[in-house]
Antibody
């Protein structure tokens, strides 16, 4: 069965960096685009970034552009999110999500919590 | 990348039907048939219930249906059950190769 397991979350001070990882299994990882989606405490869903199946294309939400980098290692079936210059407003649960081929997000990880606070 | 517009809340009695609207622009909802809907229960990850405006993933009840007219998409849930009580989000692909979500609609089953 499809499994997406995020890791790397935690508490960090403003301005610092954090790298999230997502280990994928149960499907041909190198055939699917992948997304990161976040949800601030008590708030709605916010799309963060997408990467194509082969890593050749990436797109970002304006709120993270220039600070976050999405990447993938298909040899390790792993998705990453490098987050730099973190701000308090980046505090959220970050979900790793598979794209079903038409921007429908069909499998979600359990999420990893990131807290940015001094 | 402005959020799509959804009503904050809707309610219905068991057995009834409800509809949730999702309004965007010609650069997102109106321009592409890549509208999806997600169901989220408290403390859990969202679940895809509709994709490509009208299609249901395998395993999702046929009580869930989607439609679109112009810049507004809609999710209809018929034969409401207590387990349908959740927050529902719409999303759309956009003209800038990004995605945008709606603000979410809390469905209360009375």
């Amino acid at each position: 069965q499809v499994q997406l397991v995020e890791s790397g979350g935690g508490g960090v001070q403003p301005g610092r960096s954090l790298r999230l990882s997502c280990a994928a299994s149960g499907f041909p990882f190198n055939n699917y685009g992948m997304h990161w989606v976040r949800q601030a405490p008590g708030k709605g869903l916010e799309w963060v970034a997408v990467i194509s199946y082969d890593g050749s294309e990436t797109f970002y939400a304006d709120s993270v552009k220039g600070r976050f980098t999405i990447s993938r290692d298909n040899s390790k079936n792993t998705l990453y999110l490098q987050m730099n210059s973190l701000r308090p407003e980046d505090t959220a649960v970050y979900y790793c999500v598979r794209d079903s081929l038409n921007w429908g997000l069909d499998y979600w990880g359990q999420g990893t919590r990131v807290t940015v606070s001094s | 990348q402005s959020a799509l517009t959804q009503p904050a809340s809707v309610s219905g009695s068991p057995g009834q039907s409800i509809a949730i609207s999702c309004t965007g622009t010609s650069s997102d909802v109106g321009g592409y048939n890549y509208v999806s809907w997600y169901q989220q229960h408290p403390g859990t990850a969202p679940k895809l219930v509709i994709y490509d405006v009208t299609d249901r993933p395998s395993g999702v009840s046929s009580r869930f249906s989607g439609s679109k007219s112009g810049n507004t998409a809609s999710l209809t849930i018929s034969g409401l059950l207590a387990e349908d009580e959740a927050v529902y989000y719409c999303s759309s692909y956009t003209s800038t190769n990004t995605m945008v979500f709606g603000g979410g609609t809390k469905l209360t089953v009375l």
